[in-house]
């Protein structure tokens, strides 16, 4: 007797908030690193300056807090078995890549959140909450902890550009499942 799609999905596939958050995370992730291009738009210490980094430490914050929801979705369960198409070395390679990829959400916004405290701004989140800044202003640490924050996000953009390059890979050259199980369920 054959199963429901529905149960066949939920073995073969991640859920839908694990797929959602996925994809949220991917659109946080450029959109946090797209507006930091629009900074030189304006000029230092105009409305329009100010609204960019607002946005880029909004974003930040959301990051986070969309890791936090998909650990907790991926501890809640149920998660897929790794995919069949892998060899026991891809399979090793692709595992320590996603631990990066959450290492690097998780630190590359609280890195900076301490940066932007180090410069006496408040961290709010898109004007629904403020946090003061809990720390004396450093402008000297500031600069050391700016460029490891561009450094950190750099490390996750290359690394999520590869990441999507081989689920690419996986989709149009390997024609595996990897990528599909990400994707909505047809």
């Known amino acids: 007797m054959s199963q429901p ?12 908030p ?4 996925h ?13 930091t291009y629009l900074e030189d738009l304006f000029e230092r210490g105009s409305a329009g300056r100010a609204y960019v980094w607002w946005t880029h ?17 991926r501890i809640a369960g149920p998660v897929p078995p790794p995919s069949a198409a892998l060899s026991r070395p ?18 590359t916004p609280l890195v900076g959140i ?3 405290f180090l410069r006496g701004n ?31 996000a750099n490390g996750l953009v290359i690394l999520a550009t590869l990441h999507a390059v081989a689920a690419l890979a996986h989709h149009f050259v390997l024609k595996d499942d990897v990528l599909r199980r990400m994707l909505p369920v047809r």
């Open 5 to 16: 799609l529905a149960s066949m999905s939920a073995v073969h596939h991640y859920s839908v």
């Open 18 to 21: 694990l797929r959602s958050l």
């Open 23 to 35: 994809w949220l995370t991917v659109i946080a992730i450029i959109v946090v690193y797209g507006v």
């Open 57 to 73: 430490i909004s974003m930040g914050l959301t990051i986070l807090g969309l890791v936090a929801l998909r650990v907790a979705f």
């Open 90 to 107: 891809v399979h090793l390679a692709s595992s320590v890549v996603h631990v990066l990829l959450y290492a690097l959400l998780v630190v």
């Open 114 to 116: 301490y940066l932007a």
């Open 122 to 152: 408040e961290v709010t989140f898109f004007g629904l909450f403020t946090i003061p800044a809990p720390i004396a202003v450093d402008r000297e640490a500031a600069r050391p902890v700016q460029e490891v924050h561009e450094v950190l």
